[in-house]
T-cell receptor
Framework: EPEVTQTPSHQVTQMGQEVILRCVPISNHLYFYWYRQILGQKVEFLVSFYNNEISEKSEIFDDQFSVERPDGSNFTLKIRSTKLEDSAMYFC???????????FGPGTRLTVT | DQQVKQNSPSLSVQEGRISILNCDYTNSMFDYFLWYKKYPAEGPTFLISISSIKDKNEDGRFTVFLNKSAKHLSLHIVPSQPGDSAVYFCAASVGYGNKLVFGAGTILRVKS
């Protein structure tokens, strides 16, 4: 069964450093998402991406964040200068068409020290 | 942001009985509703969904009911099994990008 994959599973970085989180969505899906879950809080939406552009972004997704689909398979989230409060589980999701079910990857645990 | 609420933090049910998880929402623009199951340190796993134009959807042991006038949906699991023990999230889809808005989750414990 096709699944969303994410790498790395755990990333530790120092405050101010850049990180790139990687995702491989399900191959025939057209919509791509990043969500995050800070420990003890809700899963919250960051950004949606469709037709090679951002379709919607949340208030959290400021200029420090960017997304890219550099080729036909990968979808990346870059945080340019990490802050302590960026520590969270980051989930990638994809959807074949909308509205429909989104399938989530296993997540990347980002720890900013 | 309290657009999707799951008011019960936890639920404990005996194996074989019915589990009913509830969810309320405030945004009438939500057009699709989903239930996800999640284990610690894993991503949410899709369970079942329902379009806003329907009031019931069934898939095996899982049934989702939608009451639009009350802005309420529920997930019924019958019969409940110990392997169903997990955190269950209600989510709703809205907007051009179909972003999901999640509830806080309900921890379900099924006792054998």
């Amino acid at each position: 069964e096709p699944e969303v994959t994410q790498t790395p599973s755990h990333q530790v970085t120092q405050m101010g450093q850049e990180v790139i989180l990687r995702c491989v969505p399900i191959s025939n899906h057209l919509y791509f998402y990043w969500y995050r879950q800070i420990l003890g809080q809700k899963v919250e939406f960051l950004v949606s991406f469709y037709n090679n552009e951002i379709s919607e972004k949340s208030e959290i997704f400021d200029d420090q964040f960017s997304v890219e689909r550099p080729d036909g398979s990968n979808f990346t989230l870059k945080i340019r200068s990490t802050k302590l409060e960026d520590s969270a589980m980051y989930f990638c999701a994809s959807m074949v068409e909308g509205p429909y079910e989104q399938y989530f990857g296993p997540g990347t645990r980002l720890t900013v020290t | 942001d309290q657009q999707v609420k799951q008011n019960s933090p936890s639920l404990s049910v005996q194996e074989g009985r019915i589990s009913i998880l509830n969810c309320d929402y405030t945004n009438s623009m939500f057009d699709y509703f989903l239930w996800y199951k999640k284990y610690p340190a894993e991503g949410p796993t899709f369970l079942i969904s329902i379009s806003s134009i329907k009031d019931k959807n069934e898939d095996g042991r899982f049934t989702v009911f939608l009451n639009k006038s009350a802005k309420h949906l529920s997930l019924h699991i019958v019969p409940s099994q110990p392997g169903d023990s997990a955190v269950y999230f209600c989510a709703a889809s809205v907007g051009y990008g179909n972003k999901l808005v999640f509830g806080a989750g309900t921890i379900l414990r099924v006792k054998s």
